[in-house]
C-alpha cells in the first residue's frame, strides 16, 4: 500500500482507504432517506481487518452515517481488533445532520456535533473534520463564523485538519477562501471526474491553495463492478438513498454494460480487476491523496484493497476515459 500526504501536512493516508457511510444502516434525516441497506456488525470488523491487514490507515465518516450509528460502530469495532484509534486516520463531517438547530452551520451546533462525534469515536480530536456540504445558507450567511468555529476548534486541539466538502465547483470556489481547508472532497469516478480532471475549475484551486482531494464513490456505488442485472434491477429498501435512483433502474444499468464489457477484455473480467481500474484511474489524477470506496463485509473490502499496487499506464488511462467518460 502506498501513502500520500493531506494537503501539506505530515498526514499521510494510504491510497485506499476505507468509507464508513454503509456502516450507518437505513436512515433518515428530516424524512429524507440518506442511508444504505442495515449492515452486521461481524461482518464490518472483519472488513476492517482486511482493510488493516493491506495497510490502510484511513477512515472516513460523517455524524449523519446512521446519525451517529457509523462513528460509533467504528470505535466498538478498532477497540474489538485491539487497535488504537490514534493509530489511525480518522476523519468525519458536520453538516447534513442539523438536529434541533435550524441549519446545520450554526455555530454552536458544530461545537456541540464536534463534542459528541469526539464521543462516538472515543478519541479527544478529530484527524479531518469537514464541512459536509457547500449550503452556507442563504447568501452564504453562515460562511464566515461557521469557518471562525472550525478555526477555533483546530485552535483547541480538538481537530488537526480542516476538509470542505461540495458538490458543485462553485460552492467550492465560495467555500474554500474562508474555510481554508487542506482538503476537498467529493464524488470522482470514472463516469463523473469533473473535480479531478487535470484543468478543472477544482483542480486549478487545489493547486492554487495547496490542497489535495479525497474521492468518495470511487465505484461509482458499485456500478462499475458490474454486479447488477438489468433484467433484474437492485430493489432497495426505504432509508436506502438508491431507492428509485435512475441509475440501478434497468435502463440505467444496459446502457452501462456494454462499456464495462470493454473494460473487462482489456483489464480482465473479475469484480478484482474491475475494481482496481476504477480505483487506479482516479487515483492517476493529479491532487488525489485517497479514494475512499465503502464496504459491507471482509469480501467488499478484499476486492477493494486487491488493486493497491495495480498501475495504469497513460493508454490506460485514456482507454477508461474514452470507455467511461468519454
Known amino acids: 500500500m502506498n501513502y500520500r500526504n493531506l494537503g501539506t501536512s505530515d498526514v499521510k493516508v494510504s491510497e485506499i482507504s476505507f468509507g464508513c457511510w454503509t456502516m450507518g444502516g437505513l436512515n433518515w434525516v428530516n424524512g429524507s432517506p440518506n442511508g444504505w441497506a442495515n449492515v452486521d456488525e461481524d461482518e464490518i470488523t472483519a472488513g476492517i481487518k482486511r482493510g488493516l491487514d493491506a495497510g490502510v490507515n484511513h477512515f472516513d465518516n460523517a455524524d449523519v452515517y446512521g446519525n451517529g450509528r457509523a462513528e460509533r460502530m467504528l470505535a466498538r469495532v478498532l477497540d474489538r481488533l ?17 438536529g434541533t438547530a435550524a441549519h446545520a452551520y450554526e455555530p454552536a451546533h458544530i461545537r456541540h456535533q464536534c463534542e459528541q462525534s469526539l464521543i462516538n469515536l472515543k478519541r479527544d480530536y478529530i484527524d479531518l473534520y469537514y464541512f459536509h456540504h457547500g449550503d452556507f445558507g442563504k447568501n452564504g ?8 468555529t472550525m478555526d477555533a476548534l ?9 476538509g470542505q466538502s461540495a458538490y458543485s465547483a462553485d460552492d467550492f470556489e465560495r467555500a474554500v477562501p474562508v474555510v481554508r481547508p487542506q482538503v476537498l472532497q467529493s464524488w470522482a469516478h470514472a463516469l463523473d471526474d469533473q473535480f479531478v ?31 447488477y442485472d438489468p433484467s433484474k434491477p437492485p430493489q432497495f429498501e426505504p432509508g436506502d438513498h438508491r431507492k428509485d435512483s435512475g441509475a440501478f433502474q434497468a435502463e440505467a444499468i444496459a446502457a452501462l454494460k456494454p462499456r464495462l464489457e470493454r473494460l473487462k477484455a482489456r483489464f480482465g473480467d473479475t469484480t478484482e480487476d474491475l475494481a482496481a481500474v476504477a480505483l487506479q484511474y482516479i487515483l492517476a489524477q493529479p491532487r488525489v491523496a485517497c479514494v475512499i470506496p465503502g464496504f459491507r463485509n471482509e469480501r467488499q473490502a478484499a476486492c477493494n484493497v486487491a488493486g493497491a499496487d495495480r498501475t495504469l499506464s497513460p493508454e490506460d488511462l485514456a482507454f477508461v476515459r474514452d470507455t467511461l467518460a468519454g
Do not use: C, N, W, Y
Not at 450567511?141 to 471562525?148: F, K
Not at 483546530?154 to 480542516?162: F, Q, S
Not at 484551486?205 to 465505484?219: D, I
Open 82 to 98: 485491539g487497535v488504537k484509534s490514534t493509530d489511525v486516520v480518522i476523519a468525519t463531517k458536520i453538516g447534513h445532520f442539523p
Open 141 to 148: 450567511a453562515l460562511l464566515d463564523d461557521a469557518a471562525a
Open 154 to 162: 483546530v485552535a483547541e486541539g480538538k481537530v488537526r485538519l480542516k
Open 197 to 227: 480532471r487535470p484543468g478543472s475549475r477544482v483542480s486549478r484551486l487545489m493547486e492554487e491553495h495547496g490542497m489535495t482531494f479525497v474521492a468518495f464513490s470511487p465505484l461509482a456505488q458499485a456500478r462499475l463492478l458490474d454486479k
